[in-house]
């Protein structure tokens, strides 16, 4: 990181005014007033995940003259594509979690702490006590729950598990399955659309009942959809399903009320099972500070941007990328977010130089396991048409194949390098 | 295909230790068409990973073919048809020249020294169409091999042998039947070969 003589006199001063020593990260007794004095032109991201991680790397590979801060409380990235083989002991979560020094060698300069809001009047965004002053911001917050859409959820929600944002969920998911009797019950509930990854809750089924079909043969996986049919992949993943008798699949079974004291979920159509392991994957709108800030639509839940340059429909110079927004033709998963990233850097880049923004679609690679070695995809492409991005061509693979799986892991490892390094 | 691209292509394959001191791979026209080719070719169309292969320092006219049999069908992959597409529609030469003028990293994927041995005697075969050590040739968009990650070029080998890759293609008759002749541990000592030159 490069410090600049007037940062580090900041700093130093700051930190002995408070009693702290050395590290402006992670750091929040230092964050006060303007922390971080903006010296040349300046970009925050809020938000280091697939969007936010590569929106950074990729302003500063396209202006090095940019100062580029990245606001993100976790100190590792975890990657949610392929934490559905952590439930099916086929990955650890070590394998899917990396640091942030590829950045910090691209000169991102990431600070761990959350986003306090937004304040687009004076380019501000508030941390801790302080703020940091930027000339455009890139905003990628990834989704939150809707908690209160499910009756008996708020006040359960640290023990009904999500599992929809890799990490502890995850490996306690797992183990939450592992040491199920053989003949007990897992449910999954998946929500309506829009929600994080339209065919991940399906591989998450074909991940759980192959690990139960090998290891618990008496167990069941039931499934309440609340959507009326599968809706990614729908062929390919009934055809995997073929090989799982233990699926119970139940569409049109929105989840309204959960009851942990009896272990049952109740659905709107007023049917009720009982299950032994829950995982409640519950409805979702924008990360918290999208809505705090009002970068939120009519809806209130996702945000509406510019289709070439994604600066959001509600604020001047913010931009908004990933899973939070809405009115795109794309899905909300990593592969999307990754590209809004390069996508959205370009555009701030060539906007802080006074160049129009290049009109860049976006592409969409979405690989899914649906046993130990096969994998199926989809595939779409994009064109900006009168400013709006539409759809080329969606391809899907032909059929589950180990050669799609070999494809998968080196997207996955191309793709990380792509976010992170 | 323009002869200067083809030139660009040539020289970015002969200078392997630095880039062309003019520009960095930014400063294409093609850099932000090949936006969406990262996630799996990896930045600059160096692929680190196994099973994508390397875009970088390959010839012009070969990506151009590739893209154009990828999108209509000719060589059937759901992966790549909807890309190669989008690739058109944005302009085919700027994203070909981009990668072709890109210095390759050769593959970190393992290499079995002793299967590349192997693979050196048995690819005199290979040699008319794609040179001694699998540069390949611009002039005939004959792709270069070298450095290719082990596990896509073994991958692509059997594909030809299985008549899988651009089936009904009239000019790769020839070398699928040379391919068809070879066993499985043949065309992965092939692979490995290919994947140690530089």
């Known amino acids: 990181m490069g410090v600049t003589r007037r940062t580090f006199i900041r700093t130093f001063t700051t930190g002995l005014a408070l009693g702290a020593t050395g590290a402006l990260t992670g750091c929040a007794a230092s964050m006060r007033g303007d922390f971080m004095p903006k010296a040349g032109k300046r970009v925050v991201v809020i938000g280091g995940g697939w969007g936010g991680a590569t929106a950074a790397k990729y302003v500063r590979l396209g202006d090095p003259s940019i100062d580029v801060v990245m606001l993100e409380p976790n100190k590792q990235f975890i990657s949610c594509p392929f934490s559905n083989l952590v439930l099916s002991g086929l990955r650890s979560l070590?394998?899917?979690?990396?640091?942030?020094?590829?950045?910090?060698?691209?000169?991102?300069k990431i600070v761990h702490a959350e986003a306090g809001a937004i304040e687009p009047d004076t380019k501000r965004v508030r941390v801790g006590e302080g703020y940091l002053q930027y000339d455009r911001l890139i905003v990628s917050p990834g989704i939150e729950f809707q908690w209160e859409q499910v009756e008996g959820l708020p006040a359960a929600k640290d023990r009904v598990l999500h599992a929809w944002k890799a990490g502890p969920q995850t490996v306690e998911l797992a183990k939450q399955i592992q040491s199920m009797a053989d003949g007990g019950v897992f449910v999954l509930t998946v929500p309506p659309i829009a929600y994080r990854c339209p065919p991940g809750p399906y591989e998450r089924i074909c991940q759980v009942a192959w690990y139960l079909k090998q290891n618990k043969p008496k167990s069941k996986v039931i499934v309440l959809d609340a959507?009326?049919?599968?809706?990614?992949?729908?062929?390919?993943?009934?055809?995997?399903?073929?090989?799982?008798?233990?699926?119970?699949y139940r569409p049109s079974s929105k989840i309204v009320k959960v009851d942990v004291g009896t272990r049952e979920v109740a659905t709107e159509i007023g049917d009720k099972v009982k299950y032994d392991?829950?995982?409640?994957?519950?409805?979702?709108?924008?990360?918290?500070?999208?809505?705090?800030?009002?970068?939120?639509?009519?809806?209130?839940?996702?945000?509406?941007?510019d289709h070439v340059t994604y600066e959001s429909a509600k604020a001047k110079d913010v931009h908004v990328i990933g899973d939070s927004t809405i009115g795109l033709p794309v899905p909300k998963s990593g592969n999307i977010a990754n590209a809004m990233g390069k996508i959205s850097a370009s555009a701030v880049v060539a906007l802080l130089n006074g160049r129009p923004a290049p009109q860049m679609p976006p592409g969409n690679t979405c690989y899914s396991w649906v046993s130990d070695r096969e994998a199926i995809a989809v595939v779409n492409s994009y064109r900006i048409a009168s400013g709006k991005v539409v759809q080329i061509e969606q391809k899907l693979t032909p059929a589950q194949a180990v050669s799609v799986a070999q494809n998968a892991v080196g997207w996955a490892q191309s793709i990380w390098a792509d976010v992170l390094s | 295909m323009s002869r200067r691209l083809l030139m660009c292509a040539g020289f970015a394959i002969g200078v392997s230790v630095a880039a062309p001191a003019a520009a960095g791979p930014l400063d294409h026209p093609g850099y932000p068409k090949a936006f969406s080719c990262s996630a799996c070719h990896g930045f600059a169309g160096n692929s680190r990973s196994d099973a994508?292969?390397?875009?970088?320092?390959?010839?012009?006219?070969?990506?151009?073919?590739?893209?154009?049999?990828?999108?209509?069908?000719?060589?059937?992959?759901?992966e790549m048809e909807p890309y190669a597409k989008m690739a058109i529609e944005l302009g085919v030469d700027d994203v070909a020249s981009y990668f072709a003028s890109q210095t390759r990293m050769p593959t970190a994927s393992a290499i079995d020294r002793a299967a590349a041995e192997r693979g050196k005697a048995a690819s005199a075969v290979c040699a008319a169409c794609h040179g001694p050590t699998g540069k390949g040739d611009a002039a005939k968009d004959m792709p270069d091999l070298t450095g290719q990650p082990v596990g896509f070029l073994k991958n692509q080998l059997l594909l030809f042998k299985a008549d899988k890759r651009s089936p009904g293609d009239a000019a790769l008759m020839q070398p699928k039947a040379i391919i068809k002749g070879l066993p499985d541990d043949t065309l992965a000592d092939l692979a490995a070969y290919y994947a140690s030159q530089r």
């Open chain 1, 277 to 305: 392991v829950l995982n409640l994957i519950p409805p979702q709108r924008a990360g918290s500070i999208a809505v705090q800030s009002d970068l939120v639509g009519v809806d209130k839940r996702w945000c509406e941007v």
């Open chain 1, 94 to 108: 070590d394998s899917l979690t990396m640091g942030y020094d590829g950045l910090r060698k691209q000169g991102v």
């Open chain 1, 227 to 248: 959507n009326q049919n599968i809706v990614s992949k729908t062929a390919l993943f009934r055809a995997a399903w073929q090989a799982y008798p233990n699926i119970e």
């Open chain 2, 52 to 78: 994508m292969p390397i875009l970088a320092g390959q010839h012009a006219g070969y990506l151009k073919k590739a893209l154009q049999d990828y999108a209509g069908g000719k060589r059937p992959s759901a």
